[in-house]
């Protein structure tokens, strides 16, 4: 096909046709959308909060009994101030859409926030409690500074207990573009709707999927790829998605789940069930229950005979 | 073992030693090679490409009625200059592999350019479409804004159309830099080479693999873990693999396919049939077809008799 | 319920909680912590190290065959000099753990970073022969230079060779940070303690998870989700897990193991065997065999039977 060089009106007309594929919506673009939540700041936010949560473990600033005050105090200033502004820029956007001229972002942001701020200890402690759970369940973990430095795990639960908290005060927005921040450097997927309780450890987590209504109890550990997901679309009249309703698994005490374990629907797995790596579950497993799958009839034949090629998956 | 200490003698030796590592290949290193796409340009020219496809998103810069038109020209300029010295790079690089000493690098890549910035209307009406798809696809979606600012789906499909249309004009290394950068962020790896409908969606999507030469069709929506691989690599009479044999996957229209499911080969899904999760397809299904795999047996037993403990899978 | 605004006197009692849980735990905060490896640096060394192995890759800086030398020079004094440094760090702070006051940290830190550097040549040979691997393997692949460029398989198993040698000479804390980097960029999770062997590839990659006491052979290739787990964790006499004890499998020289496959336990698998995709295996399985699973029942019904409807993983 004969191609001709740009020429100013080409490159005119290219600048039409783009501008015209703006006119026609307002859910792709943010032209004029004075309200939008910064995603380099929450992010920002975020790494001083984990500061915060994990006082020193950079290694770049000396945190010393002596300084610790101030350090705690300049960044809940710093947050308070940086977080309740996002959380107003959100807010300000959630009012657009839904037409509520009578609230006050800024007031309802700053009380957001601070309601947040009081939360921080409640949520360093759990932390403390997911470090201790990563150590005792996993051998190759050799001191608990090792999992705070570079377990996966310790990044997607840590962002997942600050959205959750953001999440249940209703905060558009920002929530979701932390969990799905911690999901891009972890491979973790924790919707920050889920409940999860004390004493949690994902090993390795690469895969976890685990959905906005799950809610998981204490003393629970799982393992890479297991998904707690939803098994179907309720619609309301309009045909629309029914947003919100219950449709996740729920996981007592002491449950533990192996690797690619898929948990569907809201059903309960009972306090201190084990359900085996790759099972499927789709209806509640009673207390104390073991799950397996049926060991699958695995063929050996030597490569002379050929007879059932290993399956092959390559791309 | 007694070590003693390095001496410069001793730098002077390992020196020697790496340089000799470097003398007996040309394949992985880039000595003397004057002409290579540098990966952060490259991913720079995504990052402004971004910010055409979805002007306003990043929140940082104020994107209104009045500047939008400039910066729509602004960003088409600096890619139409940047995109070409990189493209230009590239092709310089194959042709120093291929041995073409007739061809104009530098206007290949003008023109190389001018197409690709001549489609990008085109990638938006797409993405508009697919970020629909996400929000009539996910119960867990708010708003089309919230998915456009955080699902991983919409860089990896943002990415892989852009990537896709390079692919086409047989551009080499860029193609592959950007996918799998969009790879390493959202745990998605599509070859640039695999060609995608409108309307799709895929949720969660760690773990997701579709290859070189899979198809898609429109409304197709996957989930986490889903492979559209190959079975096989036919090898020429030189017993050198045969590159760019079709033998990934078609989905026809409307295909939904779910967690986990594995499909393999130069095969159809029929329009509209459904793919269960952790199925293994290596046959053809039909139109409409709905495949499941047999439910696993489980056992159930309590911990006391513990007959059949739980597959673990830990490390 | 009524918020009332934060006063200074909430604040002073806000960072009075906070300071409170650092006191009563040092495993997840490091105030007074003097030596602790600073992970920006870490990785920083890493770059450095992927130039030296890669040289050029980057593009930024042109290298040529009058420079080489002298870059190599520059590349090995900095290394050796910032390594020494971190691992001077990690030890002391091992050293605190285990309370050895006659060890030299620093001594002990120039000697294992000179030790490492010397493996370097070595570490550059394995990696050449990775690439080879991984073009040989890969008929999506178009050259070998695309594959240094941007395959996720050469940043984790070039990560790992580093990794294992530092791990090998028990240095704490820096191989994991290694390694979960690694795992953070590609979806690829090997321990450092695993011993990896020539000509290796996995391709895709994500969700692949290699233990701490795998051993792998040469020629071997394994794709996505693949798991080398462990099955169970003894304990001493104290109810301690005992860790380092070998518990994930050995494959043997030219294996190939298919997507998904998990593989637990010290078991054998032996040379050349084929593990197909999704398989299940606990037990040694001898060279040369061939494993399938029983190809699952699917079962193919049109919609307006829509006895068995297909699995539907949603979240």
């Not at 377990?151 to 979701?176: F, K, N, Q, S």
């Not at 898929?262 to 229950?289: C, D, F, H, M, Q």
Request: proline residues 5%; charged residues 25%.
């Amino acid at each position: 096909m004969p191609h001709k060089s740009f020429s100013s009106s080409d490159l005119e007309k290219l600048t039409e046709e783009i501008l015209k594929s703006y006119r026609d919506d307002s859910g792709t673009n943010f032209i004029d959308v004075k309200n939008l939540p910064v995603r380099d700041k929450v992010l920002s936010i975020l790494d001083s909060l984990k500061e915060l949560l994990f006082p020193g473990y950079t290694g770049k600033r000396p945190i010393t009994s002596d300084n610790i005050r101030s350090v705690v105090q300049e960044i809940l200033v710093t947050v308070r101030r940086e977080l309740a502004e996002q959380i107003e820029l959100a807010l300000r956007f959630k009012c657009k859409l839904k037409n509520c001229p009578n609230c006050d972002c800024k007031v309802m942001a700053r009380e957001s926030t601070e309601k947040f701020l009081s939360r921080v200890p409640h949520i360093r402690q759990m932390l403390k409690d997911d470090v201790q759970a990563a150590f005792d369940g996993d051998p190759a973990a050799q001191s608990t500074e090792e999992i705070v430095l570079s377990y996966p795990h310790i990044t997607a639960i840590a962002v997942h207990r600050v959205a959750h908290e953001l999440y249940v005060m209703d905060i558009p927005l920002i929530p979701r573009m932390m969990s799905e921040y911690a999901h891009s450097i972890t491979g973790i997927d924790i919707n920050p709707g889920a409940k999860i309780g004390k004493r949690f450890f994902i090993d390795h987590g690469t895969g976890v999927v685990i959905g906005e209504t799950a809610v998981i109890g204490n003393n629970v550990k799982m393992y890479q790829g297991v998904t707690l997901g939803a098994v179907s679309f309720p619609k309301d009249e309009k045909g629309q998605l029914i947003r919100s309703k219950k449709r996740h698994p729920t996981l007592e005490d002491d449950v533990t789940v192996y690797a690619e374990a898929t948990i569907l629907g809201n059903i309960t797995i009972g306090k201190g069930a084990v359900i085996g790596g790759n099972v499927w579950i789709r209806e509640s497993v009673p207390a104390g229950a073991v799950t397996a799958i049926a060991e699958p009839e695995s063929m050996y034949v030597t490569r002379s005979r050929k007879k059932n090629p290993g399956k092959k998956t390559e791309s």
